[in-house]
């Protein structure tokens, strides 16, 4: 079966502080994205990473992969109140021919002035 | 370059009444993928079409939901005779036939009474 597991699911933090997110999912995968939710509306993508190793960033997120652990990472540098939203890990499964996006619960972040 | 358009975005049906749910993709995209939303929760997958064929229905319920991609026109999610359990946010996403990530719509809030 194919689970994805984030955690936390909740995450309070002041503004300035670092923090990660961590995702781990079930089976191997071939692609692991992140998005980005905010109240009331859809999903930016954020970014998409491809193999073991990869890292990517942009502003003060910054995405891993680490396909031998099968674990993410989103980590937030010096956190500012915009961030404040629910972010989401997704998987997909293309070798299988499984081109659907299996999501992980969601981190609801809030970053406090 | 207009992205992915779902309409309505908001949707009240009372019980028993049927509800339709219009995707159009991005220009130029001929993947559709259907996700549902429970509040609080993370997205799941329902369906996944192209142009005229179902290719990948796993995730629809095996009754009341149907979905279609016709050759012209949006992609249709239907949803017969509501029950207040299928209130929920239904996003559509669509993708390019070589590349894998999912542009999603802004989602249609459906609300059964």
């Known amino acids: 079966e194919l689970k994805v597991e984030q955690n936390p699911l909740f995450l309070s933090m002041q503004e300035g502080k670092n923090y990660t997110i961590y995702c781990n999912y079930s089976t191997t995968s071939d692609r692991l994205y992140w998005y980005r939710q905010d109240p009331g509306k859809s999903l930016e993508s954020l970014f998409v990473l491809l193999s073991n190793g990869a890292v990517k960033q942009e502003g003060r997120l910054m995405a891993s992969l680490d396909t031998k652990a099968r674990l993410s990472t989103l980590h937030i540098t010096a956190a500012v109140h915009d961030l404040s939203a629910t972010y989401f890990c997704?998987?997909?499964?293309?070798?299988?021919?499984?081109?659907?996006?299996?999501f992980g619960s969601g981190t609801r972040l809030q970053v406090q002035p | 370059n207009a992205g992915v358009m779902q309409n309505p975005r908001h949707l009240v049906r009372r019980r028993g009444q049927e509800a339709r749910l219009r995707c159009s993709p991005m220009k130029g995209h001929s993947h559709v993928y259907w996700y549902r939303q429970l509040p609080e929760e993370g997205l799941k997958f329902m369906v996944y079409l192209q142009k005229e064929n179902i290719i990948d229905e796993s995730g629809m319920p095996k009754e009341r939901f149907s979905a279609e991609f016709p050759k012209e026109g949006p992609s249709i999610l239907r949803i017969q005779q509501v029950v207040r359990g299928d209130s929920a946010a239904y996003f559509c996403a669509s993708s390019l036939l070589n590349q894998e990530t999912q542009y999603f719509g802004p989602g249609t809030r459906l609300l059964v009474l």
């Open positions: 997704a998987v997909t499964y293309m070798d299988t021919g499984r081109r659907a996006l299996t």
